[in-house]
């Protein structure tokens, strides 16, 4: 099996960073896309920031500008580094991967337990 463990989360001001990452552990064959979703209160989740495989990178419209997604494939790591934080991102954030656990098995979305980031003043 393959678990996600995340990082980083916690409370901000306004205008502060904070810096997400999430690494894979347990049986993995290839990691496709990676990627961060965030879940506000009442609200459906959503996708932050995912990068593929070839390293490009989509965002949110909401985030453009002042997120960024990378990975570290030697180390299943993917990171989210969150800048110039608004009241409006307090999220629970999850990690996802895509990933195929032996040659012989469909890739398969794994997700994160989730990391709070609250941005109050």
């Known amino acids: 099996q393959v678990q996600l463990a995340e990082s980083g989360g916690g409370l901000v001001q306004p205008g502060g960073s904070l810096r997400l990452s999430c690494t894979a552990s347990?049986?993995?064959?290839?990691?496709?896309?990676m990627g961060w979703y965030r879940q506000a209160p009442g609200k459906q989740r959503e996708l932050v920031a995912a990068?593929?495989?070839?390293?490009?990178?989509n965002y949110a419209d909401s985030v453009k500008g002042r997120f960024t997604i990378s990975r570290d494939n030697a180390k299943n790591t993917v990171f989210l580094q969150m800048n110039s934080l608004k009241p409006g991102d307090t999220a629970v954030y999850y990690c996802?991967?895509?990933?195929?656990?032996?040659?012989?098995?469909?890739?398969?979305?794994?997700w994160g337990q989730g990391t709070q980031v609250t941005v109050s003043s």
């Open positions: 996802n991967a895509v990933v195929r656990s032996r040659w012989s098995d469909a890739p398969r979305p794994t």
């Open positions: 347990g049986i993995i064959f290839s990691i496709y896309t």
């Open positions: 990068v593929p495989s070839d390293g490009s990178t």
